[in-house]
């Protein structure tokens, strides 16, 4: 049963592409994620993003009341003491909780910027130990001293410590063997991408991303989501150079499945991604064929979702709709 179990439901922060208009999507969908009573907003990293995460996390956490960032840390970019004392911060000056989206890379031409040369299983075993210390800093309150193949620390402790119920949470979005198998040994929560069939594609995960466009009807829903993401040669264009320059799994899978169904199934649709609309599949469809997805996925043991929603009003109002139908409970 889904009916009054808490689910953590976050939204992401636009991909918005014109500089001006970055920060006011940000804020928009922070505040209609807090009006609907969602868990909080992912916030992205990398040499591309206009804004540091961690900046962006603080104002979100100065404009709301209630939601939490999720803020995707790349071990290239900071130093795990420097994380969980920014962490230790941001929760005693606001007490609220902090979320983690754990990544490994980004373009591989931003890799080589930064000097960073792992390959991809070594930069999963890098992000292990970078969780491990994290871990271990903000839950000891004895000197830490760690020995590993990528980081090395000697007595080094955090002061103060943090409170145990405001310990962050770690999402990983990664999805292979690699990915997995770090999910096992830090206890982080592992996401996937909605795949095509329920009853066959779900991994041994506990966390899902996915957009969604519904509305009352089917049809009418069809035509809100053509409408949000047009064809688009240009973009098109723009997603196979983007193709060439990563070695993400899920990126790959996505664009050869994208490339062999043009259309839709049962609501499952690929044409934001194909389009560089989203890095995500889409589900459409009315509010009660939406609500009765996610149930079953919540039925299958999921337990946090990852939805990518346009910046507008009248798709949050959809969006509550569908989890209010689905029996969602998202604030505690």
């Not at 709301?64 to 970019?77: C, D, G, H, K």
């Not at 990983?172 to 066959?200: E, I, K, N, Y």
Request: proline share 5%; net charge neutral.
């Amino acid at each position: 049963m889904t009916r009054h179990r808490h689910i953590r439901v976050f939204t992401i922060s636009p991909r918005t592409r014109e500089v001006d208009d970055y920060w006011r999507d940000i804020c928009k969908v922070a505040q209609l994620s807090e009006q609907s009573g969602l868990t909080g907003v992912l916030l992205f990293a990398g040499n591309d993003t206009y804004l540091e995460p961690w900046v962006v996390a603080q104002d979100v956490l100065n404009r709301t009341r209630a939601i939490s960032p999720l803020v995707a840390v790349n071990p290239v970019y900071l130093h795990p003491f420097t994380l969980a004392k920014t962490i230790a911060s941001l929760v005693r000056l606001y007490t609220r909780k902090i979320y983690l989206n754990m990544i490994t890379g980004t373009a591989l031409s931003y890799q080589r910027a930064m000097g960073d040369t792992l390959t991809h299983d070594e930069r999963y075993d890098r992000l292990r130990e970078y969780i491990e210390i994290v871990q271990l800093l903000l839950g000891s309150t004895r000197p830490v001293t760690f020995n590993g193949t990528h980081y090395r620390t000697e007595q080094l402790q955090l002061f103060p410590g943090l409170p145990a119920p405001y310990a962050p949470e770690f999402l990983l979005s990664g999805q292979s063997a690699a990915a997995r198998r770090v999910c096992a040994a830090t206890g982080a929560t592992g996401l996937q991408m909605l795949p095509p069939a329920l009853d066959s594609g779900l991994a041994d995960v506990s966390g899902m991303h996915f957009g969604i466009v519904s509305r009352e009807t089917r049809a009418a829903a069809w035509q809100a989501a053509r409408a949000l993401f047009p064809e688009n040669a240009e973009n098109r264009s723009l997603l196979q150079l983007s193709m060439a320059n990563t070695d993400a799994e899920w990126k790959h899978r996505m664009q050869a499945s994208s490339a062999h169904n043009a259309g839709a199934k049962d609501g499952f649709w690929l044409q934001p991604f194909a389009n560089f609309h989203a890095d995500c599949p889409y589900l459409v469809g009315e509010h009660a064929f939406v609500a009765r997805t996610l149930e079953k996925l919540v039925q299958k043991g999921i337990d946090t979702f990852v939805f990518d929603v346009p910046a507008r009003e009248e798709e949050f109002l959809h969006l509550s709709r569908v989890l209010h139908l689905s029996g969602i409970c998202t604030s505690d």
